[in-house]
Each structure stands twice: as structure tokens, then as C-alpha cells.
DNA sequence: ATTTCAATGGATTTGCAAATCCATTGACAT
DNA sequence: ATGTCAATGGATTTGCAAATCCATTGAAAT
């Protein structure tokens, strides 16, 4: 996503570039591009000219919006420890130190856009 | 450790009830013990009323070594984006704020002892 | 109309951490 | 001395995300 907010505006890149420009494999890629592409945030063409570009401006698509898509959910309140009843009444050891850092990164992916990433 | 720095000091825990009450699988929990112990952290106890317990006060184990003797090591600097050449003068997009964060993470885990988890 | 190109999406395979198994080692109790 | 108990550690298996494969769909170029 930072690499097509880095291309001009309405130029669309081919997912097999984008593979080999991230080295990720092509295969796993597209998959991850259909994710995106399905929740919203790319949009997809196919045939000549193809590929995927942003849905919208890079400065309206923040990270927290791309990792939603991603099936990464660090609103869900998992517990560091892996305990199923660890709540603030019934609090694992680092419940509160993992809440604090938690909200620091959800607040960051919150408040910062792919345009952040120029 | 951190169940370990909540039970008396000099009382020996044994893997499997450490398994139990984790709900960590036994077999697993053992590979980790050992490490832990490996690594000077524990001292383990063989046989009668053997088991583990740690190898000096909860208050003079820090998280950064917990998680150094289980070989995850924060202070490498691995690219978020996985990429090999990724540094200061040639960074990646979130190159910066990353770094940011991982310096929170491994401050938080460089100031906190087991001792701060009652 | 036909060809070419790129995304789509489901089925399948791979790779590796997670988890297991078990024979061995060493310590304590009796 | 002997039996029991718990850690040790290496070999092995499992589970699942990561990665692959490929036939299909849809769009544009000619």
C-alpha cells in the first residue's frame, strides 16, 4: 500500500510488479491484493492497462483501515498471555502495561495515512 | 516468570502444574523451561520435590531478558517490511516510526522487572 | 470478432514453528 | 541400595499459515 501511494495518482501497477518491486511471491501477493481490493480500499482492473491502484487519495486511507482489511485486528482485546477471561476486573500480570503499548500502536495506525509514508 | 514471581521464593514449581495453570501444553512448556534455565534464569531441580523456581529475585529479572533467553530479540534491527536493506540512510516507507515504536516496546521491556507484574 | 492480458478464487502443496513422544539423567526419600 | 520422581534433550509428528497452481472471468487492444 505505502509503495501505490508512492505512484502518481490513476497509475495503476500490476500485481506481478508490485511482486517483484516487494519481493513477495506473486502468488501470495495477489491474494492479499484481493483482500484489500475486496474490503474497499484498492481498486482492481483487469485485461490490458490492468492492475490495482488506491481506491482513494493516500491521505484517506489509514493504516488501521489496511491491517482491518487484512483480517488484523488489534481492537480485539486478546490477551498478551493467551487467557480467555483476562479483563480489567480479572486482569492477567501485564494486563495494563499490554493495554497502555496496545493503545499506543492502535493509535498511531489510527492517526496516520498511507500519505504519511512519502 | 511471571507466575513464578508470584509463588513464595524458594518454592519449587513443577513444568506440569506450570503447564496447568498456563494452560500452556506440557510438553511445550518444558522446551521453554529449559531454555529459561539455559539461559541462568531459572534453576531447576531434579527428582523429590524438584521443579523450577527463579534463580534470583523477580525484581532483578527484567522482561528484555525473558525474552532475549527465548531468542526473540528486539534489538536486531529487522525491517518491518522485511526488507534486507533497510537502514537510516536508505529507510522504507515506515522506517522511522517503527523505529519509534520497537524503542518504546524495548525500553518498557528494559525498565520493567517481573518484580512489576505482582 | 478475436486475441491478449491481468485479476479472481478455489484447490492444493509446502515449510516451519508448535507440539509431542520417550528414553535418559540426576536427585531425593525410604 | 533401591524406587520414585522430575528435568533433560533429541527425534518425531502435527497443524496451520504461507505459498503455489491453474482454470476461469472480465476488460481492453487490434
Redesign the interface.
Known amino acids: 500500500m ?1 509503495y501505490l ?2 505512484t502518481k495518482p490513476d497509475e495503476r501497477v500490476r500485481a506481478r510488479d508490485l511482486a517483484k518491486a ?2 513477495v511471491p506473486p502468488a501470495f501477493l495477489s491474494k492479499i491484493m484481493r483482500a484489500l481490493s475486496t474490503s474497499g480500499l484498492l481498486d482492481a482492473q483487469k485485461g490490458h492497462n490492468g492492475g490495482f491502484m488506491l481506491s482513494r487519495p493516500a491521505s484517506e486511507i489509514r493504516f488501521i483501515d489496511v491491517l482491518r482489511a487484512v483480517d488484523f485486528q488489534p481492537e480485539t482485546d486478546h490477551c498478551l ?3 480467555g477471561n483476562c479483563n480489567a476486573q480479572n486482569p ?3 494486563h495494563f ?1 499490554w493495554a497502555v ?1 496496545k493503545e ?2 492502535e493509535h ?1 495506525a489510527r492517526s ?1 495515512s498511507l500519505a ?3
Request: aromatic share 10%; glycine share 4%; net charge negative.
Open positions: 505505502t501511494a508512492r516487494t519481493d498471555f493467551g487467557l492477567c500480570p501485564l502495561e503499548l499506543q500502536i498511531w496516520h504519511d509514508s512519502d
